[in-house]
C-alpha cells in the first residue's frame, strides 16, 4: 500500500511542474491530492476484500452487549423492519456494489444483531423465495423458544417443530396436513360442515351494530373445532353456558398466539434464564409456563376422547382426528397434530374476516360492486357456492386484496439458519450466518410498489386486469407461506365473505344522533395481527335476504 501510494506521488510530480516563482506549489497540490488518493484506494480495496469475503446484510448501527433491541418497537414491528429496508438496503448496498441501486433491489435484505444471534431480514418476494424456498435444505428450521417451546409445552406444534430433532416427526406431521387439507379433493369434503357454519354465523350478526369481534371470534374458533375435532358448537345455547373443549380450545390458542409473539417472554431472548431458579424472584415464569402446559395438555386429551366417543357412536364427521386414526394406530398423532389445525385456522381466519368487515364498512362503492355481480350471477334465492367461484370474479378479487390489505402474520414465522450460507443479493453477497433468525417481512412485501400499483390503496380491481393492465399477483404466494399449497382457509374465507355480501350491507355504526361513527385504521401486534376494535352496522339488504337467512 506504502509502495502505491509512493507511485502515484512520483506520477503526480512528473506531471505537475510548478513555476519557479513558486516552489511551494508542488507540494501543496500533493497535499491535496493525496487525501482523496488514500480514501479512493481504501473504498476500492474494501469493496474488493468484501467481494471475496461476503459481510453480514446492511443494517442500523449496533449498541454493546445489546445490539439493535432498542430499535424494534413493541407495537407493529413490521413498518420499523420496512423503514430499515428502505434506509439501509438502499444506501449502503448502492455504497457497496460502487454503483446506483436498481429499483428492484432496494431495500432487498437487511440484518439486525440481537442478544445472542443475528436476525436477518428478507423484504422482497425474490429474496424470500431464494432464501426459503430454494435454499430451503438451509433455512428448514424454526428458532429455538425455549419459553413458548420447552416450558410450554408447544416445541411438538409443527410452527416450533425442529427437523433437526425429529425429522420423521416434522415430515409425518406435514404429510398429515397435505392429506387432510392439502388438495383441492381433500378440502372439498370438508365443505358441507364449513357451510354449516356460516348459516350460523349469517343468524348470529343480522341486525348487529357495534364491536363484532366476540362473534368473529367464536365463528372462527368453531370452523376450528370442527376441522380438528370434528367438535360442533352449539350456536343456540346462550354464550354464557360453558362448552367445555371450546373453552379450553379458545384459553390454548390465545396462550399459543400470546407467548410466541416475538419479545413477549425474556427467556426466549436470553435462553440461559429457563434455568432460573421459581423460587427465586424473577422465576414466576415457571408458574404461568406450567399453568399454559396444563391447559394445552387438558385440550389435547379431551377433543381426542370427543372424538373417540363420537366414532363409537357413530355419528362422527369428516375431520383432522379421524382421518388420523383410521391411518395410523398411534394415538399421539390424533392428540396433537388436530390442536395445532384450530389454532391456526380460528386466528388466522378471525383476523381476516374482521378485515373485510373492516374494508367494506370503509368502502360502500366496493361492496356494492360484488353485490350486484352476486345478483347478476347467482341470484337472490341461494347463496353462492365454491363451484361458483370462477363466475364471481369480483368477488373473488375483494377476497384476494382483503388478503393483500390487511396481513395477518406481517412478520410471518421465522425460520432458521441450518448452516453459514451465501445469498446472492441484486447488489453482490452476503452472508447468512448459522442459527441467524430469518423473518420474511410480509407486510413489506404486500405493498411492494413494483408488484402493487398504489399498495396502500384497497383496490380489488388490480387483480381484475381492467384498464388495459395485466392482473397483479396473487398475494397468496406471500400469505399461504412461500410456495403455494391449498388451505382450507381461503375457501371458507370466500365463502363467509360471498354469503355475507348477499344478504347484508356493512357499513359505518350510528350513534345516537344517527351520525355515522369514524373508523381509525389500527393492527393489533401479536402474531398473528388483527384489526384494532372498530363498531360497524349489519344491515339486511331486503326482504329476499331476509327469507334466505330464516331458512339456513
Not at 31 to 60: A, N
Not at 166 to 182: I, N, P, S, T, W
Not at 441 to 449: E, I, L, S
Not at 482 to 498: D, I, K, Q, V, W
Request: hydrophobic share 40%.
Amino acid at each position: 500500500m506504502i509502495a502505491l501510494y509512493s507511485d502515484l506521488s512520483d506520477l503526480i510530480q512528473e506531471d505537475i511542474q510548478p513555476p519557479a516563482s513558486n516552489p511551494n506549489l508542488m507540494s501543496l497540490s500533493t497535499t491535496q491530492c493525496l487525501p482523496f488518493l488514500v480514501i479512493t484506494s481504501s473504498i476500492i480495496i474494501w469493496s474488493w476484500t468484501r467481494k471475496m469475503r461476503p459481510s453480514l446484510p446492511p443494517g442500523p448501527p449496533r449498541l454493546p452487549l445489546i445490539g439493535n433491541l432498542l430499535d424494534i418497537p413493541a407495537k407493529e414491528p413490521w413498518l420499523a423492519f420496512s423503514a430499515m429496508g428502505d434506509k439501509y438496503g438502499t444506501f449502503f448496498l448502492s455504497l457497496l456494489s460502487m454503483g446506483p441501486l436498481s429499483h428492484a433491489a432496494a431495500g432487498e435484505i437487511t440484518s439486525l444483531a440481537m442478544p445472542g444471534r443475528t436476525t436477518i431480514l428478507l423484504h422482497t418476494l425474490e429474496a424470500a423465495t431464494s432464501v426459503l424456498v430454494q435454499s430451503s435444505a438451509l433455512t428448514s428450521e424454526r428458532p429455538v423458544l425455549p419459553m413458548a417451546g420447552g416450558l410450554c409445552g408447544f416445541e411438538t406444534s409443527l410452527p416450533l417443530a425442529q427437523p433437526s430433532g425429529d425429522l420423521d416427526q416434522v415430515r409425518r406431521e406435514r404429510k398429515l396436513y397435505h392429506a387432510f387439507q392439502g388438495t383441492p379433493t381433500a378440502i372439498s369434503r370438508l365443505i358441507p360442515g364449513l357451510v354449516e357454519e356460516v348459516g350460523a354465523f349469517l343468524r348470529a350478526v343480522d341486525g348487529r351494530q357495534g364491536v363484532l369481534s366476540d362473534d368473529i371470534r367464536r365463528t372462527t374458533m368453531a370452523i376450528g373445532l370442527r376441522l380438528g375435532f370434528g367438535h360442533k358448537v352449539n350456536h343456540s345455547r346462550p354464550t354464557d353456558l360453558s362448552d367445555t373443549l371450546f373453552d379450553m380450545a379458545e384459553q390454548s390458542s390465545n396462550n399459543f398466539f400470546r407467548i410466541t409473539t416475538p419479545g413477549a417472554s425474556f427467556v426466549d431472548l436470553f435462553p440461559f434464564l429457563r434455568y432460573w431458579p421459581s423460587w427465586l424472584p424473577g422465576g414466576g415464569f415457571h408458574h404461568a409456563a406450567k399453568r399454559i402446559n396444563a391447559v394445552l395438555q387438558q385440550t389435547r386429551y379431551e377433543g381426542l376422547a370427543a372424538v373417540r366417543e363420537r366414532m363409537a357412536t357413530g355419528v362422527s364427521e369428516p375431520c383432522f382426528a379421524t382421518a388420523v386414526l383410521e391411518t395410523d394406530a398411534d394415538e399421539y398423532w390424533a392428540r396433537v397434530v388436530p390442536l395445532t389445525l384450530v389454532h391456526g385456522a380460528s386466528d388466522t381466519t378471525a383476523s381476516q374476516l374482521s378485515a373485510f368487515f373492516l374494508a367494506m364498512a370503509l368502502h360502500p362503492d366496493i361492496q356494492r360492486n360484488a353485490q350486484q355481480e352476486i345478483d347478476r350471477v347467482i341470484g337472490r334465492d341461494r347463496l353462492p357456492t365454491v363451484k361458483d367461484r370462477p363466475e364471481l370474479p369480483h368477488v373473488d378479487a375483494l377476497s384476494r386484496e382483503v388478503l393483500r390489505w390487511f396481513v395477518t402474520t406481517p412478520t410471518a414465522l421465522p425460520h432458521r439458519a441450518n448452516e453459514s450460507f451465501i445469498y446472492e443479493s441484486s447488489s453482490g453477497p452476503v452472508l447468512i450466518p448459522k442459527d441467524s433468525m430469518i423473518i420474511a417481512n410480509v407486510w413489506k412485501m404486500n405493498r411492494d410498489p413494483r408488484r402493487y400499483r398504489n399498495p396502500e390503496q384497497f383496490d380489488p380491481s388490480r387483480f381484475l386486469g381492467t384498464e388495459g393492465r395485466a392482473p397483479e399477483e396473487d398475494p397468496g404466494k406471500t400469505v399461504f407461506g412461500f410456495g403455494r399449497r391449498a388451505c382450507p382457509g381461503e375457501t371458507t374465507l370466500f365463502l363467509l365473505y360471498s354469503a355475507l355480501l348477499s344478504v347484508f350491507d356493512i357499513g359505518k355504526a350510528l350513534d345516537e344522533r344517527g351520525e355515522e361513527i369514524d373508523i381509525a385504521v389500527g393492527w393489533s401486534s401479536m402474531t398473528v395481527t388483527h384489526p384494532l376494535p372498530f363498531q360497524c352496522a349489519v344491515r339486511t339488504r331486503d326482504e329476499a335476504a331476509r327469507k334466505l337467512i330464516r331458512g339456513l
